[in-house]
Nanobody, 124 residues
């Protein structure tokens, strides 16, 4: 079973950048789809981006498209979320998650393994 641990959260000013990492243990990233989700205060958990294991196909929420980039290093068993041009509305707890290949990458229900989350705060 894959175990996930996020890191890299913190406080940043609007317009700034932040890079999150998600380290995996106990599994093989090449056979999984890795997703990033976030939960803003008072809101449901929402999809941010994802990358498939086999061909590295990426998916993004419209709200982050062009600003965020998901990438992966299967050898290091790590997935990254590069966040640029951050806005105050990006403030949230960010989670990485793992799903079997072939599952809907956008649905939280597709993911069976989740990290503990890391806080990202964007000040205006």
């Amino acid at each position: 079973q894959v175990q996930l641990a996020e890191s890299g959260g913190g406080l940043v000013q609007a317009g700034g950048s932040l890079s999150l990492s998600c380290a995996a243990s106990g599994g093989t990233l090449s056979s999984t789809t890795m997703g990033w989700f976030r939960q803003r205060p008072g809101k449901d958990r929402e999809f941010v981006g994802a990358i498939t294991g086999r061909f590295g196909v990426t998916y993004y929420a419209d709200s982050v498209k062009g600003r965020f980039t998901v990438s992966r290093d299967n050898a290091k068993k790590t997935v990254y979320l590069q966040m640029n041009s951050l806005k105050p509305e990006d403030t949230a707890v960010y989670y990485c998650a793992a799903a079997p290949l072939g599952k809907d990458a956008i649905r939280p229900g597709s993911y069976g393994n989740w990290g503990q989350g890391t806080q990202v705060t964007v000040s205006s």
